[in-house]
């Protein structure tokens, strides 16, 4: 099979114009694809597809994918290169008709941006049916002539990164325990001899006084465990580190304030923030980026046993605060006070965290973009400038004194988990508290909650785990890695 693009003409009945590589068939084929295309109906809308059969022996079939109008640049109002997203949209369309054809080879068209429409194919014909006995056909794509194989290549590493973090939020919570998560994560960075997995057991979270965190474990029959990784893929392994943080709760049931049973089989991704970070360092190991990342995952269930945190219960975090355990649903801050904590003894160039840590994020934002809070400029810049690329956006939200004042106005400890006006800005009273555990100047905290899933507002995402921000992140640090700070 073979996918081509063309672009939307100024007027709508205009002939198409093809990029080069449309351009180039279409002459191959004496002008027959071009005269098809004028008289199967009107021009090819952005993100629609027509297919074509028997047009050369070399291709069964021919899928034309419409682009939207040529060289439309960065859209100030949407906060993302158009090009690029709408590349990515038109590409992963055509590759899915392919796919429902069952031909298991695909040349795509670059369509001026090889690495957009290679994040294209393989995100959008990514799909979680490990266990099912009857599956999708697997459709191989490639490019389509071989002028830009290297950008392909790279998006083609972006885009398994975040198909990485789709599978492990996907899959069940019975196939993705702790230990199972760490030692699957291992095996993916076994063949790079700049990485090392720490994986840590309960007894050593106990000696590094990781009292928050235990205490939601202790809930489940499944041991937790703190995942390590180190990448050192700078020019002097002493060069101060990228610090990823990644909330890694399996499943979460709320504990003894138990969520509803409606939709709670989701709570398998609330691992969604240790999933992206360690997704992203794959990525960022295969890249060969040139920066030392450290990655922390506190990695547990929260269940509601006779062992559980109970309502109103006094935890002590790695730093010595304690804090009162209003809402046992309230349970991501808690392992990400005590990482947090922890992260600090990399003296790293930043921290950044990521958590599906609230509904409340999903509230203000929706799927549009995650919410970010953080202390740095130079850290939201870099983050935001990524997001634009990738076309995964990121929105800078407060972290106002404001709602310090809530989760610190507590009657039995230093800190209350949750603020004490309940739902009023909850997004923004969870990241107050985690922002009691930092003391780096450069620290940004990602709230993924509502970017977690994926309906059909992404269109080159099938239905299901969507595995965001990773992309993001990893053109995060690659934009690092050539940048330096005061």
């Not at 106002?400 to 230093?414: G, W």
Request: net charge negative; with cysteine.
């Amino acid at each position: 099979g073979l996918v081509l693009g063309v672009y939307s003409s100024e007027k709508d009945e205009g002939a198409a114009h093809f990029t080069g590589a449309g351009d180039a068939f279409d002459r191959l084929v004496s002008g027959k694809l071009r005269e098809l295309l004028s008289v199967c109906g009107p021009p090819l809308k952005k993100g629609k597809a027509r297919i074509f059969h028997g047009l050369h022996q070399d291709f069964l079939s021919v899928v034309v994918v419409g682009l939207g109008k040529k060289n439309a640049g960065v859209n100030d109002q949407e906060n993302w290169n158009e090009d690029k997203e709408n590349i990515r949209a038109a590409v992963a369309v055509g590759c899915r008709q392919i796919q429902d054809l069952e031909i298991p080879c695909i040349e795509v068209d670059p369509c001026g941006d090889a690495q957009a429409a290679a994040e294209g194919a393989v995100l959008g014909l990514h799909e979680y049916n490990e266990l099912k006995q009857k599956k999708k056909p697997v459709v191989t794509p490639q490019l389509h002539g071989s002028a830009e194989i290297e950008a392909w290549q790279r998006g083609v590493t972006y885009a398994e990164g975040q198909n990485l973090a789709r599978y492990l939020m996907e899959a069940p919570a019975n196939y993705i325990t702790p230990i199972k998560f760490a030692e699957l994560i291992e095996q993916k960075l076994r063949s790079f001899s700049n990485v090392q997995v720490h994986i840590r057991p309960e007894s050593w979270i106990a000696t590094q006084q990781m009292g928050a965190f235990l205490s939601v474990a202790k809930g489940s029959a499944e041991p937790p465990i703190f995942l390590e990784i180190h990448y050192l893929g700078g020019a002097n392994t002493n060069d101060s580190p990228l610090v990823f943080v990644g909330k890694g709760v399996t499943f979460d049931s709320g504990g003894i304030s138990l969520k509803p049973s409606s939709g709670m089989d989701a709570m398998r991704a609330d691992m969604g923030g240790a999933a992206t970070i360690c997704s992203a360092i794959v990525t960022a190991a295969a890249l060969n980026l040139p920066l030392n990342i450290i990655g922390l995952a506190p990695l547990c269930e929260n269940m509601p046993s006779g062992k559980a945190n109970k309502p109103g219960d006094v935890v002590r975090a790695k730093n010595g605060k304690t804090i009162q355990v209003d809402n046992t649903d309230a349970e991501g801050r808690l392992l990400l006070a005590d990482a947090l904590c922890y992260a600090h003894c990399f003296n790293g160039r930043a921290i950044v965290n990521a958590a599906t840590l609230t509904g409340a994020m999903d509230v203000a934002l929706g799927s549009a973009a995650t919410g970010v809070f953080t202390n740095s400029s130079w850290l939201w810049t870099h983050l935001y400038e990524a997001s634009i690329l990738t076309g995964d956006r990121v929105w800078r939200m407060p972290l106002f004194e404001h709602y310090t004042k809530q989760v610190t106005d507590c009657p039995l400890a230093d800190l209350s988990n949750i603020g004490k006006y309940s739902r009023a800005g909850g997004a923004c009273t969870a990241a107050a508290f985690l922002k009691e555990f930092v003391t780096a100047s450069h620290w940004a905290h990602l709230d993924i909650a509502g970017v977690m899933s994926n309906k059909d507002e992404v269109p080159y995402l099938r239905k299901g785990m969507a595995g965001r921000p990773t992309r993001t992140l990893v053109e995060f640090a690659a934009r690092l890695s050539q940048d330096s700070y005061n």
